[in-house]
């Protein structure tokens, strides 16, 4: 019928028609009679976007025909709609009494056609619910191909240029269908919508196979059915060589055919995969099983008047956001699975690196801790051998001698008084006992046994303290020793300490402070290391441990320890809760 006019159609019999037109892929047209009710403010609306003739027949008495046309289509200009709108519309006029309107559809790229009569709100509500949809779909799925491409450069993710295919041509077709390219593209240019829906169709049937194909051998699927989707993704690519050389409507109907042969594919993933990486095999199933569903009630919308046609645009849209979600899965369980085992080979080889290093660590710290003892006390033992040697010739040791050889031993003892107790402090072996003690008699005695004690100048508070004496004493000689031995010769030696009051609870704080000596200016940053002595400390006995004790000491009560210059004076200080 597709050389009738509208004065050949008025008057004809037509037969009741109450779903969707499914006709296409042919050179006739197609006359639909609306009978609308009387009213006012109504659109006819016909979709899909993409029909390539529809004219609307209006009632319009005045004309010498009595009948107003209105031409639509995908190749007519968009003024041509009487409402904005991505569907093809014609405004009724107002009407007192029910009216026939008359539709003439005539496409070679579309199968499908539905008419109906809605009000302009209605119309614009639909453009907006089916607008947001398609943004959903376009973030949800390109943030899915995001994801996988983000670890695909790892070897990890499969298919992600399989599933960014079939996302693209998914929104394309969905975007064909509502209308979008018709307003996205000019006027003049308004007839590449006809060829961009055609070729986004047939690379959603290719994406589809080429899909299954990239993913199916990830589920451990027979390798008939991985074969099989690889072979079927041919038929789309001859569809497109057919449409493009031969025949459009035969490339179109070779690839319709091709798309009918998915949903069996997709059937058959859901039974025959199984899960190889662990993930559930119920939902991986599940997502085969529902990708069956979708390309499936794409078809039957394509074939039959049972389903709306906006089923054509939501399954192709929708498919693609579960192929995403198969495909994020599947890589976040691989990228899970693959950090597992190089987390445990490089839990396994940092261990051995570790103790290896550990290994060499302590060797190193054994010989130098033991090249340092053996020079540090070969200047003492050589003082006392000289002194011996001279009592074995029968001479009598001069006072000043005996009292060198006498600070020898006691600079030697307190070289493996220190070594000790550091031994002790690694080994935990050493105990706190907190008690309440007297600060000043305390500190008082430690200054009197120093043999230097005459140089310091002691300033404390008179107060009762809860400390580990044995501790507090140890902090305070080797503080004492080392403000001695590398400060300023002959100059004194002031230390202070006192009790403060704070929000967190009474502290102790002690603080030594001597000039600055020849040994020069200490580095804060690596004086309280284990071993550590000056470059020029080499004129004084020790084992670089004294200012190591006092650090393990203040830790060990819960303290802190710190050095540093100040007013060209060095200064060494603890604060410990007491």
Request: hydrophobic share 50%.
């Amino acid at each position: 019928m597709g050389h009738l006019e509208i004065a050949d159609v008025v008057g004809r019999a037509f037969e009741p028609f109450g779903s969707t037109l499914a006709r296409g892929y042919s050179d006739s047209a197609y006359w639909l009679r609306l009978t609308v009710p009387a009213g006012a403010g109504d659109v006819v609306r016909i979709r899909p976007a993409y029909l390539d003739d529809i004219r609307v027949y209006l009632p319009a008495p005045a004309t010498d025909t009595g009948w107003h046309e209105v031409l639509l289509g995908d190749r007519a200009p968009r003024a041509a709609s009487s409402v904005r709108s991505m569907a093809h519309n014609a405004l009724l006029p107002e009407r007192d009494a029910p009216v026939d309107v008359y539709l003439r559809i005539a496409s070679t790229s579309a199968v499908i056609a539905a008419v109906d009569v809605v009000a302009v709100e209605t119309l614009r509500r639909s453009d907006v619910d089916v607008v947001t949809l398609l943004l959903v779909v376009v973030a949800v799925t390109f943030a899915a191909i995001g994801r996988v491409s983000a670890v695909s450069r790892s070897g990890v993710a499969a298919g992600s240029g399989a599933l960014a295919l079939f996302a693209l041509s998914g929104v394309a077709f969905g975007a064909s269908v509502v209308g979008t390219w018709r307003w996205l593209l000019p006027d003049h240019a308004v007839t590449l919508a006809d060829p961009i829906t055609s070729v986004s169709i047939m690379l959603l049937v290719f994406a589809g196979y080429a899909f299954h194909y990239r993913t199916l051998p990830y589920f451990a699927a027979p390798r008939w059915l991985v074969k099989t989707a690889l072979a079927m993704a041919a038929l789309p690519v001859v569809a497109a060589l057919v449409w493009v050389g031969v025949d459009q409507r035969a490339g179109l109907m070779t690839n319709a055919a091709a798309g009918l042969a998915l949903p069996p594919l997709a059937t058959a993933a859901a039974v025959f995969v199984r899960s190889s990486i662990g993930p559930p095999l119920a939902l991986v199933r599940a997502a085969f099983a529902l990708l069956a569903v979708l390309i499936t009630g794409h078809g039957v919308a394509l074939l039959t008047d049972v389903l709306d046609p906006l089923v054509m645009m939501t399954a192709p849209l929708l498919a693609p956001m579960v192929g995403g979600g198969l495909m994020v899965w599947l890589v976040a369980r691989r990228v899970e699975a693959e950090r597992a085992a190089a987390v445990e080979n490089e839990g396994g080889r940092a261990l051995a690196e570790q103790s290896l290093r550990f290994e060499r660590d302590q060797r190193a710290s054994t010989e130098r801790f033991v090249g340092m003892l053996a020079h540090e006390l070969r200047s003492p033992l050589s003082v006392v051998t000289m002194t011996l040697g001279a009592v074995a010739r029968g001479q009598v040791p001069s006072e000043p001698a005996l009292r060198r050889a006498d600070a020898a031993l006691r600079d030697a003892d307190a070289v493996l008084e220190r070594c000790l107790v550091a031994a002790r402090m690694d080994r935990g072996a050493v105990t706190l006992e907190l008690e309440r003690i007297e600060l000043r008699p305390c500190l008082e005695e430690v200054v009197a046994m120093h043999p230097a004690g005459e140089r310091i100048d002691l300033s404390v508070d008179d107060v009762r303290v809860v400390i580990d004496q044995r501790a507090l004493c140890h902090i305070v000689s080797n503080l004492i020793d080392n403000a001695l031995a590398y400060g300023a010769p002959d100059e004194r030696v002031a230390l202070t300490c006192r009790r403060e009051h704070t929000a967190g609870g009474p502290l102790l704080t002690l603080r030594v402070r001597n000039a600055i000596g020849p040994m020069g200016t200490p580095d804060p940053k690596r004086a309280f290391d284990r071993y550590h002595r000056g470059a020029r400390a080499g004129a004084v006995t020790g084992a670089g441990l004294g200012l190591h004790l006092v650090r393990s000491f203040a830790e060990a009560l819960g303290g802190t320890a710190s050095l540093g210059v100040v007013d060209d004076a060095v200064e060494a200080g603890v604060i410990v809760p007491c």
